[in-house]
């Protein structure tokens, strides 16, 4: 586990580290040289990230984890005793996507996407904080949060409430780890270029379309995230918000929240109806349509 140098290399944990922002900062802690855990139930991206870690400088190995499961992470918590003396960093980022109005949504869904956007993160610090308070030079923990966790836009429900509770569970965090020199940082980053949406379910087509459109054309990356998110654990920054414009908004929500909500919402809701617009336009007319159209 050292480097040429004779230093030790830091350690990390990251959850969906297969893809997107987790393998984004996986390959960023590797170019400073990091020893990873890459934790995902997608065996085959996982060691596709391994093999581009060790490429950029890093080192690691892979384990299977269903983040739902909190026997499966005190399984891996031993593991990682045997291997490593401290653990630095752990990046609780594993998640999934998903929209559909409440009432509509079903409840099998809304278990699904909590059970994997927030359990990831209760059941990761629950096993882990104490381990990081035990580090002599100091650790820290990721939470992949979003601005859905501020923004609360309509037909969104189920994923708002993981991210609300993901940055919640983060600042409270953040203030029972200060006296351990333990640091915490909530990354609430807008829209960015990733495979979120591989892993989604959705109630209407209309909601897809949009998030597929807004996905398509983002000009923020995963790396740019992450590089962000590297930066704030440095700074042992809380908030993370990316880019300009999300600040912008969180400003604006802590200044008039019930303003920014209707703003919010009457936007959304225009985004959401251009968007059925046009697969209205190319459906073929109803047997009614045409019927009234032969008389």
Not at 72 to 89: K, S
Not at 90 to 105: D, H, I, K, Q
Not at 122 to 134: Q, S
Not at 261 to 271: G, I, T
């Amino acid at each position: 586990m050292a480097l040429e140098n004779g230093q030790q290399r830091k350690t990390g944990l990251i959850t969906g580290a297969a893809s997107g922002l987790g393998r984004a900062i996986a390959l960023r802690l590797a170019r400073d040289g990091w020893n990873l855990c890459l934790a995902d139930v997608n065996d085959t991206g996982n060691e596709e990230t391994l093999q581009l870690v060790r490429q950029a400088g890093g080192d690691g190995f892979v384990e299977h984890l269903d983040v739902r499961e909190i026997d499966a992470w005190q399984d891996l918590r031993e593991r990682l005793r045997e291997r490593w003396p401290r653990l630095d960093l752990l990046v609780n980022n594993a998640g999934v996507a998903g929209s559909g109005r409440v009432g509509e949504y079903s409840i099998e869904n809304w278990h699904w996407i909590v059970d994997v956007n927030l359990w990831n993160g209760i059941n990761g610090c629950h096993t882990f904080v104490e381990w990081l308070k035990a580090n002599p030079r100091g650790g820290h923990i990721i939470n992949t949060c979003s601005l859905a966790a501020i923004a609360s836009a309509p037909t969104m429900a189920a994923y708002n409430v993981t991210k609300a509770g993901m940055l919640a569970l983060s600042e409270t965090l953040y203030g029972e780890l200060l006296p351990y020199n333990v640091g915490v940082t909530a990354v609430c980053p807008s829209v960015f270029r990733t495979n979120l949406l591989d892993r989604s379910r959705w109630c209407q087509p209309e909601e897809r379309r949009l998030f597929e459109k807004g996905f398509a054309e983002a000009k923020m990356t995963a790396e740019h995230v992450a590089d962000a998110a590297i930066r704030a654990m440095h700074r042992k920054q809380l908030y993370v918000m990316e880019p300009f414009e999300a600040r912008f908004n969180w400003y604006l929500k802590r200044l008039n929240p019930t303003w920014f909500l209707r703003k919010v919402s009457r936007m959304f809701e225009a985004q959401l109806r251009a968007s059925a617009e046009p697969a209205a336009a190319a459906a073929p007319p109803s047997r009614e349509v045409v019927a009234a159209g032969q008389k």
